[in-house]
């Protein structure tokens, strides 16, 4: 079936919005300025933030919360089946980036790209609703997208359509449109579509809205005109006590203005907050528009109100987010934020694309000159499982000689080096350290021993520098991988996980090398979200080593001397063809 086939049996079905978009919303958005890139990085990083912070406490009441910690203001350890580091979120998040990733990568066939995601990703997906779930298994068995959603009104669309209304705020009958037709994908019910749309308009209007501005009862009458053609969704209310008439999702956001003075509890009473999205929607949105001035406030009421804590406070700091930008947050969040530059790069990704026309983000003030293409950080991820043992010595020296190598080229440059094995797969021996003064590797330092956590490697050295990139933008980054074995130890990253990482920062302008002995290393590379141009294999043996850290070093080299941003994107992606290429040019020169 074609678009418009779809389209029309979608329509049929009530689940594609068919009338314009209200009035009230069209009149702001045509007269309200573009929106900073920093309000997209805030709907995104705010999200996530409401995410991580809720994780622990998803399905736990108020009060057993208030007990534990008092006010739950602060990341903490999520233990159990689905554990990890404080900063880490669930399936919200995921699908969100999903969502984003899908939208840039396949444009109009979106929702087939999500649907295909999902598909393959179904073992990693974090706490996953049963109507997802099932709609999933639906698409396994080979129904087409738009018939694999389930009738349900639980809120796993509209936690994730945040994307939507970032890309499509301009052009309101788009942003229903193409909201409406990722949510069906997972959630085939009218309430569900409804909600989707109000999440994603909500964002957008808030990205394009003066801070300290709001009129939180305009906003309101705002959202329900943007219902239009929608506004009988409907359900019976779940929570004890309710009636059993059904309640439009447009009078229960109406009745949102008059309560804005309600304590949280008196709220939650009223809304509820739990999966249902008559609940969560609402939930959501009186929490923002109660604290909206203060985003970390809205957020933590937000989860504080327990019950379904990481979706309504993902919902909730998607339009804190999209209202008072990124840099609004506490850093003390940001900072621990799982794939925060990964959020952060998709974002810039999507207002590049939909705000400035581009696919990067346009070149200004600030853009690098060529003075800075010389500064390069080289962060060299050293493999030091067990199996290194035999050839350690030969490991030391060729990486002194790499050290060596890169002290003899002019230009800045710093050194990172993080060793990798079973017992730590993050040990840093130098942090950042510039070129000249970094010290040679030694055998007390370097020790081989354990196995081999080759994705949590990675994953945790792109989340450090991401916190650097952030803080110097203008830094190039390349990151060099080599081992001697199979990925074997990792707990908290995947394969698909760290694809997703790698291609996102290679699209934002960082260069990888991957050198790998026991292995196919161009398979193994293309598995983590590289290129074969960007891998080598090694032998394992002495000079084998020693030969790879020398194509590590090759590479480097090329990668520094290469001036300005345009010629260094061109190069970044193959890398190793480069050293194959120059190795190849020498040997013909020598045979002559």
């Known amino acids: 079936m074609n678009q418009h086939e779809i389209d029309t049996e979608l329509t049929n079905r009530g689940l594609l919005p068919t009338g314009p978009a209200g009035t009230k919303a069209q009149q702001f958005i045509a007269a309200a300025d573009a929106p900073d890139p920093d309000r997209y990085r805030g709907a995104l990083i705010g999200s996530a933030i409401g995410d991580a912070l809720g994780r622990p406490v998803e399905s736990v009441i108020p009060a057993k919360i208030q007990a534990q910690y008092g006010e739950l203001r602060d990341f903490v350890p999520r233990r159990g ?36 995601v999902l598909t393959e990703r179904l073992d990693s997906i974090r706490g996953i609703g049963q109507a997802t779930r099932r709609s999933i298994i639906r698409l396994i068995e080979g129904k087409p997208w738009w018939r694999s959603g389930i009738p349900s009104a639980g809120n796993g669309a509209a936690m994730r359509v945040s994307p939507l209304g970032l890309a499509f705020g301009d052009d309101l009958d788009a942003l229903r449109r193409e ?29 394009r809205t003066t801070t300290g501005t709001l009129n939180p009862r305009a ?41 804005l003075e309600l304590s949280p509890s008196d709220a939650f009473a009223h809304t509820y907050n739990g999966g249902f999205v008559l609940e969560s929607l609402p939930a959501a ?3 923002f528009l109660a604290n909206c001035e203060n985003p970390e406030e809205a957020i933590v009421v937000a989860v504080n109100g327990g019950y379904d804590a990481d979706t309504v406070a993902a919902m909730t700091g998607a ?10 947050f506490p850093s003390r969040w940001v900072d621990d934020l799982e794939a925060a530059g990964e959020i952060r790069s998709i974002a810039d990704r999507i207002h590049a694309r939909f705000v400035q026309g581009a696919d990067s983000p346009q070149a200004g003030p600030g853009s690098p000159s060529a003075a800075d293409a010389d500064r390069v950080h080289v962060t060299v991820l050293l493999d030091r499982s067990g199996s290194m043992g035999p050839i350690a010595d030969d490991t030391i020296g060729g990486f002194n000689t790499f050290l060596a190598d890169q002290r003899k080229l002019a230009g800045e440059a710093r050194i990172t080096l993080v060793q990798f094995d079973g017992r730590d797969p ?21 020790q081989p021993r354990g ?33 001697d074995g199979h990925e074997n130890a990792s707990h908290r990253f995947s394969r698909d996980d760290i694809a997703d990482m790698v291609k996102d920062r290679s699209d934002a302008g960082w260069a990888f090398v991957f050198l790998g002995a026991n292995i196919d290393s161009f398979t193994e590379a293309r598995s983590m979200g590289m290129h074969g141009a960007q891998a080598a294999d090694w032998d394992h043996t ?3 080593v020693r030969d790879g850290l020398a194509m590590m070093s090759e590479s480097s080299l090329h990668y520094r001397q290469m001036k300005g941003r345009p010629a260094k994107a061109a190069l970044k992606d193959r890398l190793m063809d480069e050293v194959r290429e120059d190795r190849a040019k020498r040997r013909r020169t020598q045979g002559r």
Do not use: C
């Open 285 to 287: 949105l009186w929490s």
């Open 179 to 207: 909201t409406a037709r990722n949510a069906v994908v997972t959630h085939a019910d009218r309430l569900a579509v409804a909600s989707s749309v109000v999440q994603a308009y909500t964002v957008a209007r808030l990205a």
């Open 542 to 544: 002495g000079a084998g």
């Open 451 to 483: 196995n081999t956590p080759l994705l949590d490697s990675l994953g945790t050295v792109i989340e450090r520098l991401d916190r650097r990139v952030g803080a110097d933008p203008d830094e190039f980054q390349l990151v060099a991988v080599i081992t």
């Open 219 to 259: 906003l309101l009458a705002e959202i329900i005109d943007v219902l239009a053609d929608f506004d009988d969704a409907a359900a019976v209310e779940r929570r004890i006590g309710a009636g059993k008439e059904p309640v439009r999702l447009a009078d229960r956001i109406g009745e949102l203005a008059d309560m």
């Open 81 to 116: 089946w689905n554990g990890g580091p404080v900063g880490t979120f669930t399936d919200d998040t995921q699908l969100t980036l999903w969502t984003a990733r899908a939208l840039l990568d396949a444009g109009d066939d979106h929702p087939a790209d999500f649907g295909r």
């Open 426 to 446: 993050q040990e840093i021996i130098a942090d950042a350290v510039p070129v000249a003064e970094i010290t040679d590797l030694d055998p007390a330092t370097y």
């Open 319 to 328: 339009m804190a987010g999209a209202y008072h930008g990124d840099s609004a």
